[in-house]
């Protein structure tokens, strides 16, 4: 049987039929991560023997009749900054290394009750500080669509696997794009949903109040079938939301076949205007749109003034959140500890000299600079306003329209050390990053090949927050009409 893009609806249909055993999935998977990953090298670890127990186990209950849920035997993969029960959480660092994990994060800990399957970590820029998943301390994860392009970042192994078809479904997280970005750079379906709207208990913090994990998929429906598994409120998590959730794949198999008449879509002429902004994303832009416009979808100019302070103000805030967070990682606490040091200063030092990369120091040391005394109020207050600012002006132009969309990127995806630069490598994000600092929920959804390149190129669905419900239907309806039906890299 042919695995390839194959998603976890398909698989759960086929496990209830009984055309399928869950150690037949897992093991087609565990052969095909063994194939094609030294070439992708999207996975940092993984234990068959635990894989297929747990497999075996899920068989039997599905043979006693006591099967967790319809996906019970299904797997998915996890980015290494979520932890699992006796797995190594490392955060593609260093200093974390030989770190084991004594708890499930919430959305483990939920996946888990309804069957579904651990299959290993995937890497990630460290500590979910990147843009291109170049920043891992271990190894560069590749694109598969290209071995010499990168798959983007931070969430590039959870991205890349799906792609390479080597799980159904991962899970990410996305701080200022990190789930979006790769999902556009791998020609897969990526959700950051509604800030709050799934537990970060078990999340290896980057930045509080933007972080939220979501998952990467194979299309709009498998996207919607995780939320409704790993949301809702979470007592062990203080950012949790209240309100109800569920619901979001009955809302996709009940917008099947209808059209998008009534519904109008804001497009933000800063996104379009975009310096940097290549043809071939504006090309599947249009394309895009006139998908949309033959279902019914009504297009309104809008406005998001404030999106050229984005940026910005995203690296001012996630900065001085990374280096309040990352404090704790000093070689007494938490984290390797350099052995050579002859004191508690030197300790310091060393441990985090030697346990964080590049891309890491250059964030903590910015983030303490901005919340250094004097400079509080220059950068960090002024960025928490502006970040007022963002929010209001989605608050605006969701008035006027019920959905907003955009480019994913402004480019697809890059080659290999194309961005030396650190200012040229955080504008990869420049489409992403306002929804995070807003809080609202956004997916990216493939809509194109960039005929020059073969690369994929996609477009992102933003919607007030708690809105995911609308916003999968029109994901779905588009995902149904583009013209591309297939996306699938010739590994």
Same mark, same amino acid.
């Given at each position: ?154 969430? !590039? @192994?959870? %991205?890349?696997?799906?792609?390479? +078809? ?5 899970? /990410?997280?996305?701080? &200022? ?68 959730? !569920? @619901?979001? %794949?009955?809302?996709?198999?009940? +917008? ?5 008449? /009534?519904?109008?879509? &804001? ?225």
């Amino acid at each position: 049987m042919n695995y390839s893009n194959i998603t976890m609806h398909k698989l759960s249909d086929m496990l209830e039929n009984n055309e399928i055993t869950s150690v037949e999935i897992c093991t087609n998977y565990i052969d095909r991560i063994e194939a094609v990953d030294s070439k992708v090298k999207a996975f940092l670890k993984f234990d068959k023997e635990i894989i297929l127990k747990a497999a075996k186990c899920a068989d039997e209950r599905r043979k006693n009749g006591k099967a967790l849920s319809p996906y019970d035997g299904v797997p998915i993969a996890m980015k290494d900054n979520i932890t699992v029960t006796g797995e190594t959480c490392s955060c593609a660092s260093k200093i974390l290394e030989p770190v084991e994990a004594p708890y499930d994060a919430t959305v483990v800990e939920r996946l888990k009750n309804n069957g579904l399957i651990p299959l290993g970590r995937l890497n990630m820029d460290e500590f979910a500080m990147g843009s291109s998943c170049e920043n891992s301390a271990f190894q560069k994860t590749a694109n598969p669509w290209d071995l010499d392009s990168v798959p983007g970042g931070s969430s !590039g @192994g959870s %991205a890349a696997s799906v792609a390479a +078809s080597e799980v159904p479904v991962s899970l /990410g997280s996305d701080t &200022g794009g990190s789930i979006r970005q790769p999902a556009a750079f791998c020609g897969v379906v990526g959700l950051k949903p509604t800030y709050g709207r799934v537990s970060r208990y078990g999340l290896i913090a980057f930045a509080s109040s933007l972080d939220q994990i979501g998952p990467i998929s194979n299309d709009v429906l498998d996207a919607a079938i995780i939320l409704d598994l790993i949301g809702g409120n979470d007592p062990k998590d203080s950012t949790s939301l209240n309100d109800e959730c !569920g @619901g979001f %794949a009955d809302a996709i198999l009940e +917008s099947a076949g209808c059209d998008l008449k /009534g519904l109008k879509i &804001g497009i933000p002429k800063e996104y379009i205007d975009c310096e940097g902004i290549s043809e071939s994303v504006l090309t599947a832009f249009n394309k895009s749109k006139e998908v949309l416009k033959s279902k019914g979808a009504e297009f309104i100019d809008i406005s998001l003034p404030h999106t050229k302070y984005a940026v910005s103000v995203y690296y001012v805030i996630a900065t001085a959140e990374a280096s309040a967070n990352l404090a704790r990682f000093d070689g007494i606490r938490y984290g390797a500890r350099d052995m050579e040091a002859k004191d508690l200063l030197e300790t310091y030092f060393k441990s985090r000299g030697k346990g964080f990369g590049e891309e890491v120091q250059r964030r903590i040391l910015l983030g303490t600079y901005v919340l250094s005394s004097g400079y509080y109020d220059a950068y960090y207050i002024k960025a928490q306003k502006a970040r007022t600012l963002i929010r209001k002006d989605f608050d605006e132009a969701f008035k006027k329209c019920d959905i907003i969309l955009t480019p994913t990127t402004p480019t697809p995806a890059f080659k290999f050390g194309a961005k030396k630069d650190p200012l040229q490598m955080y504008m990869a994000d420049i489409f992403t990053i306002a929804l995070n600092l807003a809080g609202n929920c956004g997916i990216s959804v493939p809509a194109d090949i960039d005929e020059a390149s073969g690369l994929p190129v996609s477009v992102q669905f933003i919607s007030p927050e708690l809105d995911e419900k609308n916003m999968f239907k029109v994901a779905n309806i588009f995902e149904e009409n583009r013209e591309i039906k297939d996306f699938q890299p010739n590994l």
